[in-house]
C-alpha cells in the first residue's frame, strides 16, 4: 500500500458522507498514512448567510492505538489573513518546493524526526497554500517509509480544494495580500 500513488482528482462518486470532516477522502489519508484504520475530529464551518459559505474547515487525523498527542495528520482551511497568512508568508520566502500552480501559490517541505509510531519513516511532510481567500496548511506528521510526506500533502490540499467551493478569485472586500498576488 505504500507505495501507491495518491491519485490528482478525488473520484466524483465519492459521497459527502464518506468524507472525514465533511471535507477529507478517506482512501487519501489511508495511502499516506499506510493505513485505512483512521480516527477523524473536525469539521466544516459554514457562516450564517444565505450562501451558507465555508468559513474554515478542520480535520486533525489520529491512527487507533498509537499514541501520537498532535494526530497523524492535520488540515486546516482558514481565511488568508492573521497567523494563517503570516505562516504562509514566511514559508515562501523560503527555499521550499513550490506547489504546482493550479493549487495557487504555496510550497511543500520535509522535515526529518524521529518515529512517532511504529512503521514511521520519521519524516514529516507539510503543505501550505494560499488560494483565493483561503489558506490550506497541511501538516502529514507520520508518514510510513517508502512514502513522500510532502508530497502526500500537496496532494491532500489538492483534493480539500475539489471537495470544498474555496473558489480561486479573492472576495473579501479590499485588495487581496500581495503574497497571494505576486506569483
Known amino acids: 500500500m505504500s507505495q501507491e500513488t495518491i491519485p490528482e482528482t478525488v473520484a466524483p462518486t465519492t459521497p459527502v458522507d464518506d468524507l472525514l470532516?465533511?471535507?477529507v477522502?478517506?482512501?487519501?489519508?489511508?495511502l499516506a498514512l499506510g493505513t485505512d484504520e483512521l480516527e477523524?475530529?473536525?469539521?466544516?464551518?459554514r457562516d450564517s448567510s444565505a450562501a451558507n459559505e465555508v468559513s474554515t474547515a478542520t480535520c486533525t487525523v489520529s491512527i487507533p492505538e498509537h499514541d501520537d498527542p498532535d494526530g497523524a495528520l492535520s488540515v486546516r482551511v482558514d481565511f488568508a489573513m492573521g497567523l494563517a497568512l503570516d505562516d504562509?508568508?514566511?514559508r515562501l520566502a523560503s527555499k521550499d518546493t513550490r506547489v504546482p500552480e493550479e493549487l495557487g501559490v504555496g510550497v511543500s517541505w520535509t522535515e526529518?524526526?524521529?518515529p512517532r509510531v511504529e512503521g514511521s519513516?520519521?519524516?514529516?511532510?507539510?503543505?501550505?497554500?494560499?488560494?483565493g481567500n483561503?489558506?490550506?496548511p497541511v501538516d502529514v506528521g507520520v508518514s510510513p517509509e517508502g512514502r513522500d510526506p510532502a508530497a502526500d500533502a500537496t496532494a491532500i490540499a489538492?483534493?480539500?480544494?475539489?471537495?470544498?467551493?474555496?473558489?480561486?478569485?479573492?472576495?473579501?472586500?479590499?485588495?487581496?495580500?500581495s503574497v497571494l498576488t505576486n506569483r
Open 158 to 177: 489538492a483534493h480539500v480544494t475539489q471537495t470544498l467551493p474555496l473558489g480561486t478569485e479573492w472576495t473579501i472586500r479590499g485588495d487581496p495580500p
Open 134 to 136: 483561503w489558506v490550506i
Open 112 to 114: 526529518d524526526g524521529e
Open 25 to 30: 477522502p478517506p482512501h487519501t489519508l489511508a
Open 40 to 45: 477523524a475530529d473536525g469539521d466544516v464551518f
Open 88 to 90: 504562509l508568508e514566511r
Open 21 to 23: 470532516c465533511g471535507f
Open 121 to 131: 519513516s520519521g519524516q514529516r511532510g507539510h503543505t501550505v497554500i494560499g488560494r
